[in-house]
């Protein structure tokens, strides 16, 4: 009997060899820089026991073992070269209206989690890609347009169930195995173990306002000045993603994309500065109910192959520091990746930063914006293609270092950050090491940034 045989005796999901149906649909990274990473088998599991018994198989066999949520991790995290635990089949969703408790599968996405949230009108700070699994978002944190007044995912946890590399499974939360519920707000997906179930504490949805404003790129300077400052200043209620891109066919946009817990006018008040700094080509700032503005914010991409390395900042950048973004686009390099490339500052802080930094893993609790720094390319364009775009994006993260500080997000990986524990960690990374020795100490989750 081979030992593939052997896993299929053990367990009751279905195992997929390359060249079975579904195997790359359930194997492929939704990044496609790693799409040549073929594992040697996937394994459909169909709820904990399986995922026990898979992990101990591959124990056995010395065989590396990955789970896969949403599949969306920037770096390609949920594929490797043995035993991939697809995740997706365990997705039940259940809302008690009477606690607002959810309790979601590990393998949840966050449309069908939107959608079951919607039927009780009820929500949490959830992502805004409706294929995004809930196991990566939430083990990494967790930011959501919500979470200057919401928080993050990760504040929303109550209890996580998690079966470990010796099989088994306990429930965690901040009376029980508390250490372990603490490395898993934040602390990063698929290092401890494989959560199968995630309870978080949803809250009524709010009213709320949307803005997507535009601006040409020659008032790039005088709108991102002022709406930091704006940002700066904004009441938790509003959240916003101030970018730059630039376009395949060369074009840049200034653009302002965000979401008020409150009334339109509110939300013109608070951008007028901007309108008034530069005439804007485009300003929708409307009412809609929760539901249609997470539609309406829904993050759309043309796919493809992608990197991101991100910094952060505690205040608005200086004029100098908008300098180096906006002239790093007139050298970007190109490509035939619709998406392009550009910078987003992420507005952070509001009760984020509410949360003492060793309360949970996650340890940005002091930034104001996180800075996004992203290029993309088609897998099928020339080598020379990548190595260009990612030379471009390492001069222009370097570059920032003048302004902004080497904290990074670890949902947003980054396989070439140099110290990756500090920059994705922070003063969290020693208590993060001592938690993966007591659970993990034979290290069966293993990755390149591993803890
Ligand atoms: C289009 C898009 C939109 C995004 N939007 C947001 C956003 O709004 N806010 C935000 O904060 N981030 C966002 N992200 C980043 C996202 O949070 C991370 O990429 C996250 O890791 C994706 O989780 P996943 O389960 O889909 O990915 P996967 O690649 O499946 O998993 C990522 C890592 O988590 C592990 N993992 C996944 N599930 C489990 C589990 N149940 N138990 C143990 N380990 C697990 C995997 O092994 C892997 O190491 C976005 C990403 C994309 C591509």
Redesign the pocket.
Known sequence: MTRWNRLRGLVDGRLRLPGDTGFRARST??NERYRDVTPAAVLSVTGPADVGRAIAWSRDCGVPV?????????AG??VNSGLVLD?SGIDGVHVDPSTALVTVG??TRMRKLYSALRAHEMTLPL???HD??I???V??????VVSRAAGLTCDALVSTDVVLADGRTLTCSETENSDLFWACRGGG??NFG??TSFTFQARPVPATSTCLVLWERPHAIEVLAVMQEVMHRAPNEFSARIGISRSRDGDDVVSVIGQHLGPAHELREMLAPALSVAPATRADIEDRTYWEAADYLH?T?AGGAFAVRTRCTPGPLPEEGLRTIVSALDKWPGSANPDGAGVALFTWGGVINDVPVEETAFPHREALFLISMDTSWRPDESPSVERDNLEWLDALYRNMGEFATDASYL??SDPDLDDWRTAYHGPNAQRLAQVKRRYDPDRIFSFAQAI
């Not at 083990?139 to 959501?144: A, D, P």
């Open positions: 990274p939704f990955v789970a896969r949520g949403g599949g969306h991790g920037y995290g949920s995740l590990g393998g992502g805004n890609s995004v699994g196991g990566g978002l083990l990494g944190g967790g930011v959501s997906g698929g494989v959560n993050h991409t949902n947003f």
